[in-house]
T-cell receptor, first 114, second 115 residues
Framework: AQSVTQLGSHVSVSEGALVLLRCNYS??????LFWYVQYPNQGLQLLLK??????LVKGINGFEAEFKKSETSFHLTKPSAHMSDAAEYFC????????????FGAGTRLAVHP | GAVVSQHPSRVICKSGTSVKIECRSL??????MFWYRQFPKQSLMLMAT?????????EQGVEKDKFLINHASLTLSTLTVTSAHPEDSSFYIC???????????FGPGTRLTVL
């Protein structure tokens, strides 16, 4: 069965600092993995996705994530945080059964301080 | 890019009334759409998978008679909350699957408040 664990419900960084949001997954088949961002009272926006191509995936807004099979991880990073990055971030794995459902992690709230 | 809209963005209703929420894919055809519910400061909970021209598939614990889903066309799915009660108050989000991209694109959400 697939599942997603996001370590740290809250992460706080200073503006200009490295952002690291952790995601570990469990899957019995090669996974498709996603990172989404949610701003207050809005839907989710796709940041990036891993679909078994390159292990280092670049997304929008300067974010990237690296798929590490040995660690079953798909951590999200950004070299330099911006105030506008403050939001809720969700990691998700695609369910291997019918209809390609997504299974979401609990989310990580990123705060960026000046 | 793939755009998904939801209407209304916010609705307040009295207990016992029914509320319909629309989810539209604006620039692509979506044979599969998904409906999620999100409680404050929590993750998304999948309620059901909506397939064009067939019955929706509900997740365990979701009342199909309470949350009616209709996917009558390739660009429109509707969620009707029947006989709404205050505990149904939540943020409802839909998404549409873009098969060739292996991705889901999400609508902006609908905030339902039942008084």
């Amino acid at each position: 069965a697939q599942s997603v664990t996001q370590l740290g419900s809250h992460v706080s960084v200073s503006e200009g600092a490295l952002v690291l949001l952790r995601c570990n997954y469990s899957s019995s088949v090669p996974p498709y993995l996603f990172w989404y961002v949610q701003y207050p009272n809005q839907g989710l926006q796709l940041l990036l996705k891993y679909t078994s191509a390159a292990t280092l995936v670049k997304g929008i807004n300067g974010f990237e994530a690296e798929f590490k099979k040995s660690e079953t991880s798909f951590h999200l990073t950004k070299p330099s945080a911006h105030m506008s990055d403050a939001a809720e971030y969700f990691c998700a794995v695609r369910f291997s059964g019918g209809y390609n459902k997504l299974i979401f992690g609990a989310g990580t709230r990123l705060a960026v301080h000046p | 890019g793939a755009v998904v809209s939801q209407h209304p963005s916010r609705v307040i209703c009295k207990s016992g009334t029914s509320v319909k929420i629309e989810c539209r894919s604006l620039d692509f055809q979506a044979t599969t759409m998904f409906w999620y519910r999100q409680f404050p400061k929590q993750s998304l909970m999948l309620m059901a998978t909506s397939n064009e021209g067939s019955k929706a598939t509900y997740e365990q614990g979701v009342e199909k008679d309470k949350f009616l889903i209709n996917h009558a066309s390739l660009t429109l799915s509707t969620l009707t909350v029947t006989s709404a009660h205050p505990e149904d108050s939540s943020f409802y989000i839909c998404s549409a699957r873009v098969p060739e991209q292996e991705s889901q694109y999400f609508g902006p959400g609908t905030r339902l408040t039942v008084l």
